[in-house]
């Protein structure tokens, strides 16, 4: 009753090879290699940007707790309020599905 058919698929096939040697320089493109290590350039890329921030973010809300001229502390509280309202989403009224 359960017929098993092979399928054969043509390896030569000129566009399966070019698919996948796009891929591999897409992937070797995103990779960085070391002596020791191997990693992903974007979430390089992600964790030291995200560094970064938090760093500013940190200093500008201790400057915040600590600085007693009213000017300079808002100066510091505006950059918190710029770095939270760019990377908080804003929120959003999803319509009621009656």
């Given at each position: 009753?359960?017929?098993?058919?092979?399928?054969?698929?043509?390896i030569?096939?000129?566009?399966y090879?070019k698919?996948?040697i796009?891929?591999?320089?897409?992937e070797?493109?995103?990779?960085?290699?070391?002596?020791?290590?191997?990693?992903?350039?974007?979430?390089l890329?992600?964790?030291?940007k995200?560094g970064?921030i938090?760093?500013?973010?940190?200093?500008?809300?201790?400057?915040v707790?600590?600085?007693?001229n009213?000017?300079?502390?808002?100066?510091f509280?505006?950059?918190?309020?710029?770095i939270?309202?760019?990377?908080?989403?804003s929120?959003?009224i999803?319509p009621n599905?009656?």
């Amino acid at each position: 009753m359960n017929e098993s058919k092979d399928v054969k698929i043509d390896i030569n096939d000129e566009l399966y090879k070019k698919e996948i040697i796009n891929r591999m320089k897409i992937e070797d493109e995103n990779i960085y290699k070391s002596c020791c290590l191997t990693s992903d350039k974007r979430a390089l890329e992600f964790f030291f940007k995200s560094g970064v921030i938090f760093s500013i973010l940190l200093f500008c809300m201790l400057q915040v707790m600590t600085v007693s001229n009213a000017s300079e502390r808002n100066a510091f509280l505006n950059i918190v309020i710029l770095i939270l309202g760019t990377f908080l989403p804003s929120p959003k009224i999803k319509p009621n599905k009656k």
